[in-house]
């Protein structure tokens, strides 16, 4: 009996170990493609260590937006600032892990000195964003990044950490490359009412708004808040821009970050979501095109962070 365990533990410890080189030899041969923050929505793959940011933004997809399509590359220029964007778009990341992203971008040592967190009402209310289980799908394997995970508080843990790992033994995986699209140049031509309603109820799945879901979140956003102080980064809370102006849960949204900035001194507040009413600065009813992200930049986040 005792040599069938030992030999059962030798077995499963070695079948760990293979598992482990696969991990990190695969990931690693994906990192070597060289990728940056403007060629990938991967946080990992671009992430190194012991940086010095101007500026980090985070949030959901309108915050990506600012470096997808080498947005980034225009952002920078306009600001005349680096930036390091970990924003997370594709209904694939909530603020509980956002807040643990931005743990573990300090984690490697860097710093920044000013915060961007767009703070999208549908982000606050959504029950689909928190149990998400594709989160890490684009990031490479590290093994310090699946330990800090594994004790990090969050919803569908379980799932998230099997398609995290999952995702890196498939071809697809291996296949990844850098995205080169010069820029994003679509646009729309009118407000589109009905796809808005639309959109919004998918977004907040219903008609209705989820107010516990909203404290939970809130609170999150509060960590997030705190953690930013113990690094010495400054935040700004950025409702961002969209052509039909306020989203659902709006008020309850700049009444908290309106709180914040009361309980906080290193809080600033910005409402930006009427300040770009034009249909051709956007590619769909509420995310800015090119045109549309250097525009805002130039018009009000480079002042806001100036």
Known sequence: MKLFLVKTSLMAFILVVIMLILLISSS???KN?????????????FLESSIDYDVLFMGISHARNFSRYKNHLRVEKIINKNIVNIGQGGGACG???????????????NTTSQIVYVLSPPMLFSKTLPIASNTFD???FEISFLF???FFSGENKNRRIISYIDTKLKKKWLELKPITKESMLDSITY??????????????????LDMEQFRKATKL?????QLAADNDSKVVLLIPPALFGKWRGHQETIDFANEMNQKYKHIEVFDASETVLKPNFYYDNHHLNTKGVVYFTTNYLKPLIQ
Not at 33 to 45: A, C, G, I
Not at 95 to 109: H, I, P
């Open 28 to 30: 690693f041969f994906v």
């Open 33 to 45: 493609k060289e990728f940056n923050n403007y060629s990938t929505d991967s946080n990992l793959l």
């Open 95 to 109: 603020v509980n892990e956002q807040l643990f992203y931005l743990d573990y971008f300090y984690y490697k040592k």
């Open 138 to 140: 684009q990031e490479s």
């Open 148 to 150: 800090k995970y594994i």
């Open 191 to 208: 407000l589109d009412r009905e796809a808005v309603k639309k959109g919004q109820n998918i977004a907040y799945s219903g008609d209705s």
């Open 221 to 225: 956003v509060e960590e997030t808040i």
